[in-house]
């Protein structure tokens, strides 16, 4: 079985910073795409950004230049560093991670964790 756990939500101020974790654990062979994702109250999910194997990213518009994505291989770990917040980006930060197990590679959803910025 494999889970993914993001950490480091919480609130801050406009302008201010947070670093979201996404650890997988589990019976995992090997991580392909790892991706943040996130859905405001009354919107649909959305993609913030991504990062392959090879490490080459991918940001929605309005988070370029504020937000970086990043990966730990031996720690199975994605993260998402973002500056300069702005209270647009209040909502629920998902990770996704396409895994290599037992089950052959499956897209994996992490349970969330709630970003609130105040202005």
């Known amino acids: 079985q494999v889970q993914l756990v993001e950490s480091g939500g919480g609130l801050v101020q406009a302008g201010g910073s947070l670093r979201l974790s996404c650890a997988a654990s589990g019976s995992i062979f090997s991580i392909n795409d790892m991706g943040w994702y996130r859905q405001a109250p009354g919107k649909q999910r959305e993609l913030v950004a991504t990062?392959?194997?090879?490490?080459?990213?991918n940001y929605e518009d309005s988070v370029k230049g504020r937000f970086t994505i990043s990966r730990d291989n031996p720690k199975n770990t994605v993260y998402l560093q973002m500056n300069s917040l702005k209270p647009e980006d209040t909502a629920v930060y998902y990770c996704?991670?396409?895994?290599?197990?037992?089950?052959?590679?499956?897209?994996?959803w992490g349970q969330g964790t709630q970003v609130t910025v105040s202005s």
């Open positions: 996704r991670a396409k895994i290599l197990g037992g089950l052959g590679y499956v897209w994996y």
């Open positions: 990062i392959t194997s090879r490490e080459s990213t």
